[in-house]
């Protein structure tokens, strides 16, 4: 007896080769019916004996392609039409879209192959792809994923490019942005507003560019790129002039494995990691006989390195390079360039050449950014590669919503069902052109996945540009205490069901009581949190200014732990005693000078005092280098046991730092020690609050957890003590994850009736 099933299926389904999937399986089956595209999903009807039919519905799931993400499959017996054959329908569109779109993924292995064989018409090809590979996210324009919702809409495909699009059996079949020498993109070199070379001529003039010590802008997938010389010093520090860049590592795109072992120490983690087809940065320990550069990452001990994933970058490193520098093409903190226009105007004073292409980008996307650590890999950036596929939540949230995220490392998020949409990383929201950037991709994100969403939830924070965007606008919205959306953000990924205790350390969030936090034990879950023990507060002299001079942060706790005599008892800067009072004045008064409990800023004052920061050019940079400088050498900590809860006294870290001080312990172990020591201070409060608590389960989130060394050693403690520890790996644990905890305080909140959609919501 034959059967016909209706079947839905969604998820990342669309531009990825799964409707030639299904017509071979139904082949191979012997099933009759069709298959599309539609907003809804993959749709497909098929006919035959019952027997066949479950068989092909099992295989669906079992062989599914490569870049395939079946989230739900639902299928209903329909009555049969004794159809014959099997065909591939064109895409329906006009219903509401729940289909995904799949990111952009590095050029496969067999266009590779393609791309390197003088026999094969895609002969060194910048633009070769299929559907294994390429462009996705950042050429959509809308849904359903077809060529004329994409930006390579304007190309015609050749006669031999359409048999292969045609084509079920070939792996090119429907991939949207295929594409030949005939009839696709091409590249070409300008130097000063000139076209110095076409096709191949212009990548051996680029090669030669940076050999010869200049710097080239080279447009990319999602965006552009800088490249120089990794080797040549004066190359780098022109970049850095040029860039304003003065200090922040630069990023390595490497040959292959083998060059980079001549770089970095290379594990199993970070193998499987940088070859991993979405392409991430990928923070690694820096082998110190290397012969790059040292301009390269200044005081730090790891060094960020991906592989090449467009066939362009394969090509330009095929011109003699080992290895070249990847930094993103802007000026620091505003947006990647991403048309030819922009780099014309706004890389022009940077770069001495320009690599240009015609495939427009629709939405810009920077490279995403992984530490490898021995618990696998910990996001840091999360972009290409990883955007825009979905964080699922154990329930739905009940009604669309749209979370701004914080201030810096920005990126927002739209929710509907049980799925969360961050958006790409987008920068530090202190500029205009940023904040354009955040309504832009937005409005993209939004129309792509058409989510209209009925609530706004942003940060608590009065200052913050994504808060006071969110109170601009004509929409209910709740405000969301920073930490608790750290905490949240934890719980949702896990999809956790109890309260848990949360360590949230980072560089500062708004809180409830208008002090800066920032070194926080939380117990709680989306719903509610309560704060039970954090660091002693200090005052932040100079409130943001301290966050680029950690001097001030040193001074902050000698004045708390010393008394009035802080001036004249240890001498650690450079500033004069005029400086000095005033920060003392300033303290005293309380002007401009809020309390912090920032556990980001003890590490920015113990940098200082043992005189490795006394101010700094990008946030965290004193931390880094205090990590660095412990590099290799790890410590049991020596923190005597806190006794209760509330304020934590951090008062035995800094007299052992400045007891070693005076005694003339270097730098390295006291940089170990404090490590240690801090680890066991959190130890410590985990156990106290556990006996309060009764809860066994402990979260880690925040900035500070980019600290691999303190996070192993804090990791170290907890196991010894039985915790049973959470740690970020879909979203990263600084802010660039707020957006998913945002999302889930606010269903949490709407769902139980705790709020209605206002400015604030009560803190337990």
């Known amino acids: 007896m034959n059967a016909r099933y209706h079947i839905n299926i969604n998820g990342i389904v669309q531009g990825v080769g799964f409707r030639p999937f299904v017509y071979r399986l139904a082949q191979e089956e012997g099933v009759s019916g069709w298959v599309n595209n539609g907003a809804q999903g993959v749709q497909i009807e098929v006919e035959g004996p019952q027997t066949n039919l479950n068989r092909f519905l099992a295989r669906i799931a079992q062989e599914k392609p490569t870049l395939a993400q079946i989230d739900t499959v639902q299928h209903e017996v329909i009555p049969c039409v004794d159809s014959s054959g099997f065909r591939i329908q064109a895409s329906s569109a006009g219903e509401k879209a729940q289909t995904l779109i799949s990111p952009d993924m590095a050029v496969c292995t067999d266009c590779l192959k393609d791309m390197r064989d003088p026999q094969n018409r895609r002969f060194q090809y910048p633009f070769t792809n299929c559907t294994n590979c390429g462009p996705r996210f950042t050429i959509i324009q809308g849904l359903p994923y077809d060529r004329p919702s994409t930006t390579m809409g304007q190309f015609e495909m050749c006669a031999a490019c359409r048999r292969e699009y045609e084509d079920?059996?070939?792996?090119?079949?429907?991939?949207q942005p295929i594409a030949c020498p005939a009839c696709g993109p091409h590249i070409w070199l300008e130097i000063k507003g000139q076209r110095i070379g076409e096709r191949q001529a212009a990548l051996f003039e680029a090669a030669q560019l940076i050999r010869n010590g200049n710097i080239l802008a080279l447009r990319g997938l999602g965006g552009f790129h800088l490249a120089v010389d990794p080797f040549n010093e004066k190359a780098i520090a022109c970049l850095r002039r040029r860039k304003h860049r003065l200090e922040k590592p630069f990023a390595l795109m490497i040959k292959d494995l083998q060059a980079a072992e001549a770089f970095v120490d290379l594990d199993a983690h970070s193998k499987t990691l940088l070859c991993d087809s979405r392409r991430p940065i990928v923070l690694m320990p820096r082998r110190a006989e290397s012969k790059l550069a040292q301009g390269l990452a200044p005081g730090q001990s790891r060094l960020g390195l991906m592989l090449p994933y467009t066939p362009l970058h394969y090509l330009l490193m095929d011109q003699g390079f080992d290895a070249l520098v990847m930094t993103s093409g802007n000026l620091s903190d505003e947006p990647i360039a991403a048309s030819n226009e922009e780099a014309r105007e706004r890389l022009a004073a940077l770069a001495d050449g320009l690599l240009l292409h015609n495939r427009d980008i629709h939405m810009r996307c920077d490279d995403s950014v992984f530490l490898s650590t021995e618990r696998g890999p910990l996001p840091i950036r999360r972009a290409r590669g990883y955007v825009p596929q979905p964080i699922c939540l154990s329930e739905p949230v009940p009604l669309p919503l749209f979370a701004c995220g914080g201030q810096y490392k920005a990126a927002h998020a739209l929710a509907r069902g049980n799925q969360v949409f961050l958006?790409?990383?987008?920068?530090?929201?202190?500029?205009?052109?940023?904040?354009?950037?955040?309504?832009?991709?937005?409005?993209?994100?939004?129309?792509?996945?058409?989510?209209?969403?009925?609530?706004?939830?942003c940060d608590m924070h009065p200052d913050y540009l994504s808060s006071k965007w969110a109170r601009s606008q004509?929409?209910?919205?709740?405000?969301?205490?920073?930490?608790?959306?750290?905490?949240?953000?934890?719980?949702?990924?896990?999809?956790?069901?109890?309260?848990?205790?949360?360590?949230?350390?980072?560089?500062?969030?708004?809180?409830?009581?208008?002090?800066?936090?920032?070194?926080?034990?939380?117990?709680?879950?989306?719903?509610?949190?309560?704060?039970?023990?954090?660091?002693?507060?200090?005052?932040?002299?100079?409130?943001?200014q301290a966050i680029y001079h950690p001097a001030r942060m040193?001074?902050?706790?000698?004045?708390?732990?010393?008394?009035?005599?802080?001036?004249?008892?240890?001498?650690?800067?450079?500033?004069?005693?005029?400086?000095?009072?005033?920060?003392?004045?300033?303290?005293?008064?309380?002007?401009?000078?809020?309390?912090?409990?920032?556990?980001?800023?003890?590490?920015?004052?113990?940098?200082?005092?043992?005189?490795?920061?006394?101010?700094?050019?990008?946030?965290?940079?004193?931390?880094?280098?205090?990590?660095?400088?412990?590099?290799?050498?790890?410590?049991?900590?020596?923190?005597?046991?806190?006794?209760?809860?509330?304020?934590?006294?951090?008062?035995?870290?800094?007299?052992?730092?400045?007891?070693?001080?005076?005694?003339?312990?270097?730098?390295?172990?006291?940089?170990?020690?404090?490590?240690?020591?801090?680890?066991?201070?959190?130890?410590?409060?985990?156990?106290?609050?556990?006996?309060?608590?009764?809860?066994?389960?402990?979260?880690?989130?925040?900035?500070?957890?980019?600290?691999?060394?303190?996070?192993?050693?804090?990791?170290?403690?907890?196991?010894?003590?039985?915790?049973?520890?959470?740690?970020?790996?879909?979203?990263?644990?600084n802010d660039g994850g707020l957006a998913l905890g945002q999302i889930a305080v606010a269903s949490s909140l709407l769902r139980n009736g705790r709020v209605p959609c206002v400015s604030q919501y009560p803190v337990a």
């Not at 309060?692 to 691999?708: A, I």
């Open 554 to 733: 040193a001074c902050a706790y000698l004045r708390a732990l010393l008394g009035p005599d802080w001036l004249t008892a240890v001498r650690f800067t450079s500033m004069n005693e005029m400086q000095l009072q005033t920060l003392d004045q300033m303290m005293q008064s309380g002007l401009n000078s809020p309390l912090t409990s920032s556990c980001g800023r003890l590490f920015d004052a113990v940098a200082a005092l043992i005189g490795l920061h006394e101010s700094v050019t990008f946030e965290g940079q004193a931390a880094m280098a205090l990590e660095a400088l412990a590099s290799g050498m790890e410590n049991q900590g020596r923190y005597p046991e806190q006794e209760g809860l509330g304020p934590l006294r951090w008062h035995p870290l800094i007299e052992a730092v400045l007891e070693k001080r005076a005694n003339g312990v270097s730098g390295r172990k006291i940089s170990a020690d404090f490590h240690a020591d801090l680890a066991q201070l959190w130890c410590s409060a985990c156990i106290q609050v556990r006996q309060q608590t009764q809860c066994n389960q402990v979260g880690l989130s925040g900035g500070v957890f980019q600290n691999s060394l303190f996070s192993r050693l804090l990791i170290r403690e907890l196991l010894q003590n039985h915790f049973e520890i959470y740690w970020h790996q879909k979203v990263p644990p």
């Open 423 to 457: 958006s790409q990383h987008l920068g530090d929201l202190e500029h205009l052109e940023t904040l354009d950037f955040f309504q832009e991709s937005k409005k993209h994100l939004q129309q792509t996945l058409e989510i209209e969403p009925e609530v706004l939830i």
């Open 474 to 544: 004509p929409m209910p919205r709740i405000e969301v205490q920073h930490h608790h959306a750290h905490l949240a953000a934890l719980h949702a990924e896990h999809q956790l069901k109890d309260p848990i205790l949360c360590l949230t350390l980072d560089g500062s969030g708004y809180g409830p009581d208008r002090t800066i936090w920032g070194g926080e034990l939380l117990y709680g879950n989306p719903l509610e949190y309560k704060r039970l023990a954090w660091l002693e507060p200090v005052p932040m002299p100079g409130a943001a």
């Open 168 to 175: 079920p059996n070939d792996r090119r079949f429907h991939a």
